[in-house]
């Protein structure tokens, strides 16, 4: 299957400070990208649609000036986190995909907010 | 709306002891069912596409199976290393064209030695 690279994989970081996440598909050309947030023992709550080179579609109940999503390439989209908060402390997942086929998912990020 | 619902919620086997977990969903136009293979902290694996009903696909000991009302991932003679949550979701077109994923709950599986 193909390939998304998430970094980091864990991130500590104090409260107020910004956060950066990336994400790549290292083998295929990603038109879509995903972004999920997940609770402990929860499934998938998807936060925001990016395509390359157009504004994000953010869920509804979703921030969009705290999560800033940027899809600047076929291959790299980026979330931050900014001014973060202990309560943004979650697993965050992107995911990747080539016009309607099946999606790819990274490794995930640990963002802990001390 | 379109709904997925996953079934049992979790489920516990004996190694060896089969059995199959349900996604039961209601899209239209349906392009794509996938099911997915999530381990405790990290992200979901890929594990397969369904595209029509009567399509069955393979892959060791999962076999996933479609109707037009729901899938099946049967495991057959599990281990404990298919010990895992698994995710189904589905495709379908949304407002604006464009084609957004819709994910279960998920299935906790455990598998005793």
């Known amino acids: 299957g193909a390939v998304v690279s998430q970094h980091p994989s864990r991130v500590i970081c104090k409260s107020g400070t910004s956060v950066k996440i990336e994400c790549r598909s290292l083998d295929f050309q990603a038109t879509t990208m995903f972004w999920y947030r997940q609770f402990p023992k929860k499934s998938l709550m998807l936060m925001a649609t990016s395509n390359e080179g157009s504004k994000a579609t953010y869920e509804q109940g979703v921030e969009k000036d705290k999560f800033l999503i940027n899809h600047a390439s076929l291959t790299l989209s980026t979330l931050t986190v900014t001014s973060a908060h202990p309560e943004d402390s979650s697993f965050y997942i992107c995911?990747?995909?080539?016009?309607?086929?099946?999606?790819?998912f990274g490794q995930g990020t640990r963002l802990t907010v001390v | 709306e379109d709904q997925v619902t996953q079934s049992p919620e979790a489920l516990r086997l004996q190694e060896g002891e089969s059995s199959s977990l349900n996604c039961s969903y209601t899209?239209?136009?349906?392009?794509?069912l996938f099911w997915y293979r999530q381990d405790p902290g990290k992200g979901p694996e890929f594990l397969f596409t369904?595209?029509?009903a009567g399509e069955e696909k393979e892959k060791e000991r999962l076999k996933a199976t479609l109707t037009k009302k729901e899938s099946f991932l049967h495991i057959t003679a599990p281990k404990p290393e298919d010990s895992a949550t698994y995710l189904c979701?589905?495709?379908?077109?949304?407002?604006?064209?464009?084609?957004?994923?819709?994910f279960g709950r998920g299935t906790s599986l455990i598998v005793h030695p």
């Open positions: 995911s990747a995909r080539t016009l309607w086929i099946e999606a790819f």
């Open positions: 369904l595209y029509s």
């Open positions: 899209v239209s136009g349906l392009r794509g």
């Open positions: 979701a589905v495709q379908a077109p949304a407002a604006g064209g464009s084609y957004i994923p819709t």
